[in-house]
């Protein structure tokens, strides 16, 4: 079964929707998605894990919809954290679950993956690199400000949104030209932008989509029920992380994953996807879901 059913959780400190994939009794993937994008993203790569036993729960992140704006407006990873985290708590707090996120989806993982008290039994992170194992050391002085220099070119967007009110008002804009910069030359993201123009149909989910970065860059203090978990988010994880990128990513140099695996714990893995972007689920799905299912030792079932 390819097509999603759509859900919706009562968390403590929000109603979140989601998309869910494969066996009721599956082993139990979160895929959390990123900017500028949706639960949607996972549409390719969910079925080939529910088709392994995996139960694919996709949920809409705060302030995307058809999940609403955060009541208590905070969009710091802590609270991204807390929300994955009452997500397993609903879920029964299954031992084997598995974390699997997609740039902000990825920041959530990597903080998860740092948390002794994390209840996943493994983090995967998709398109980010874990920001505390990058090492200009080896590129010297002037090398890592070169490659500073070019990864601001990519990630103009970022200072974009601090501004005041224009972000919001110019998303339909901004977000095909991200998907453009971001995907290998040629591919039709015409899908792509149209799912992550529907999870922010109206001002206050694009100033929500747009304060995720002003959370970020202007280390805005979180909510003090977020503050124990928010600590983690740049420090190194203690657990095993399965690193993807995609080798055509426009969003994060490359050269930034280069030397992580000597930062992250034992069982470990960076894999670089050939043929992908920033959306690498959906570059090359098969490749992803093969690279997930080795790290977790599955034994996959092979496709017609």
């Known amino acids: 079964m390819t097509d999603p ?5 009562d968390l403590p400190r929000l ?26 993203s996972w549409k390719s790569l969910a079925p080939l894990l529910a088709a392994n036993g995996f139960r694919v729960i996709a949920p809409f992140t705060r302030g995307y ?7 208590d ?10 929300d994955v985290v009452d997500l397993h708590t609903h879920l029964g707090r299954p031992a084997d679950a598995v ?8 920041f959530t993982a990597y903080g998860l993956a740092a948390y002794p008290g994390s209840p996943f039994a493994a983090h995967i992170a998709m398109s980010v690199p874990p920001l505390p194992a990058i090492d200009n050391r080896r590129r010297g002085l002037a090398g890592g400000a070169r490659l500073l220099a070019k990864q601001l070119r990519y990630s103009w967007y970022v200072l974009y949104f601090q501004l005041p009110l224009a972000p919001e008002r110019t998303l339909n804009r901004v977000i095909p030209r991200l998907w453009r910069d971001w995907s290998p030359p040629g591919t039709d993201v015409r899908d ?6 529907a999870a922010l149909p109206d001002r206050a989910h694009r100033r929500a989509a747009v304060s995720y970065y002003r959370y ?28 993807l990128q995609g080798e055509q990513d426009g ?17 470990s893995r960076v894999r670089t996807i050939p043929g992908a972007g920033h959306f690498l689920q959906l570059d090359q799905p098969e490749t992803v879901a093969a690279a997930i299912l080795d790290y977790l030792k599955v034994d996959r079932v092979r496709s017609s």
């Open 15 to 40: 109603r979140m929707s989601a998309l869910s994939w494969g066996p009721d009794d599956g082993r139990p993937a979160i895929c959390l998605h990123g900017f500028p994008d949706s639960a949607r």
């Open 73 to 82: 407006d905070d969009y710091s990873i802590g609270a991204l954290m807390s």
């Open 192 to 197: 792509g932008v149209a799912a992550a123009l």
């Open 65 to 71: 919809a058809p999940t609403g704006p955060a009541p």
């Open 216 to 243: 970020a860059v202007r280390f805005t203090r979180p909510a003090p029920q977020y503050r124990g978990l928010h600590r983690f988010r740049l420090k190194l994880p203690t657990h095993p992380v399965l690193v």
């Open 251 to 267: 969003a994060v140099r490359v050269e930034y994953f280069d030397g992580a695996i000597d930062a992250l714990p034992p069982g």
């Open 5 to 9: 059913r759509s859900i919706e959780f």
């Open 99 to 106: 974390l699997i996120g997609h740039d902000w989806g990825a």
